[in-house]
């Protein structure tokens, strides 16, 4: 699965909103049964889709996933300061910037872009944490004290990350709050407020931008060099998100399942039909019990032989996930995990993410040879 597409790639999304009493219909017709004899699937309830969001900016390339960089007034200020100590401006070409990323997927990408000139340091990159129950340390703190250059994923994910930058109180240092420049935000639901940000690719590739627009505005001296890093880059998130328009092309319409939010994204760009019900997959994001309704819902959808996949986040595992993996393999449909974080960490983005891509075209593959 390759792709020579170098600056877009088209791919077919569009905005549903999924109401929260789509799946309420759903009757109790058995004694000892949840699930009814009829088909369980949701038919044309389709994808939670999210580009509609309000305040998100629209994609440079119409119905597609734009790599081109947009310049300074088109990104307009993506920094925060505060009141406190200033810290250190970069000297000469030899100097470098000191980053901070939350997480080590927005980390991978500000180092590739920032190469020898970034000194970066991803604060969660355990594959066993889960990055919604992080406790941040004196370290963490110290970290973000001593850097120039901090990167937050923001909508409730990082809130620990949020405070330490308030608490610091630094000026001069460049904060980029990625899911407020995207405006989406932590409250309003799963469309409005799902964390997974970097499994979005016209998010992945604007973050990006603000990335090489913060590196050139802190180190004006190096923009020769970031803009080389730049082009090589947005190269490989090219060849990465061909890809997803390969799933696209192949298996648009596949009713699919997750255990969690996290696939809500990469569904919409492939134009799968994720079908699990919101509720489930927001109360597992969030660390709560999902409505018992939900998970009836869930079981009948995975017994009634419509879902071919289900997508598993092995990072929020619990007792209720982890019956319905069993659930899904004992009907036969295909498992495969995901993760939230870069695995393993020595990974770079587009090795991890593509990996991924590659397992969901394995899994959604499998199904349509029907093995």
Not at 18 to 46: E, F, M, N, R
Not at 113 to 122: A, I, P, Q, R, Y
Not at 234 to 255: D, K, Q
Not at 357 to 364: C, H
Request: net charge negative; with cysteine; aromatic share 8%.
């Amino acid at each position: 699965m390759q792709s020579n597409v170098r600056w877009a790639i088209v791919i077919g999304v569009a905005a549903v909103l999924v109401g929260a009493g789509v799946y309420a219909g759903y009757v109790l017709s058995q004694p000892g049964s949840p699930c009814p004899a009829s088909s369980t699937s949701s038919g044309s309830s389709g994808t939670t889709r999210i580009d509609a969001t309000p305040g998100t900016p629209a994609p440079r390339t119409a119905g597609g996933i734009s790599l081109t960089k947009p310049s300074a007034a088109e990104i307009g200020p993506a920094t925060t300061a505060s009141t406190g100590t200033a810290r250190d401006a970069v000297g000469g070409p030899g100097e470098v910037v000191n980053v901070v990323a939350a997480e080590n997927f927005w980390g991978s990408l500000v180092s590739q872009l920032g190469g020898t000139h970034v000194n970066v340091t991803s604060i969660i990159t355990d594959p066993n944490t889960d990055p919604h129950e992080y406790q941040s340390n004196d370290s963490d703190a110290k970290a973000i004290a001593n850097a120039q250059y901090v990167i937050l994923n923001n909508v409730g994910y990082d809130d620990w990350a949020t405070e330490l930058v308030a608490a610091d109180g630094a000026t001069n240092q460049t904060v980029l709050n990625i899911g407020d420049m995207l405006g989406v935000y932590v409250t309003g639901g799963i469309v409005t407020g799902n964390p997974h940000l970097w499994y979005n690719p016209n998010y992945v590739n604007q973050t990006v931008a603000w990335m090489y627009h913060n590196l050139t505005t802190i180190a004006p001296q190096l923009t020769g060099y970031f803009t080389d890093e730049y082009d090589n880059l947005t190269a490989s998130l090219a060849s990465l998100y061909g890809e997803v328009g390969v799933i696209h092309h192949l298996f648009a319409g596949t009713e699919v399942a997750s255990t969690e939010s996290i696939f809500v994204y990469l569904a919409n760009a492939t134009g799968l039909d994720l079908v699990s019900p919101p509720a489930f997959m927001e109360a597992i994001a969030e660390g709560n019990d999902p409505p018992d309704a939900s998970v009836v819902t869930f079981q009948c959808q995975l017994e009634s032989g419509n879902v071919k996949v289900l997508v598993f986040n092995a990072q929020t595992v619990t007792p209720i996930t982890t019956n319905m993996k069993a659930i899904a393999q004992e009907h036969n449909v295909t498992v495969m995990s995901v993760t939230e974080t870069i695995v393993p960490p020595t990974s770079t983005f587009q090795q991890w993410m593509g990996g991924e891509l590659n397992s969901l075209y394995v899994a959604l593959d499998a199904n349509q040879l029907g093995q």
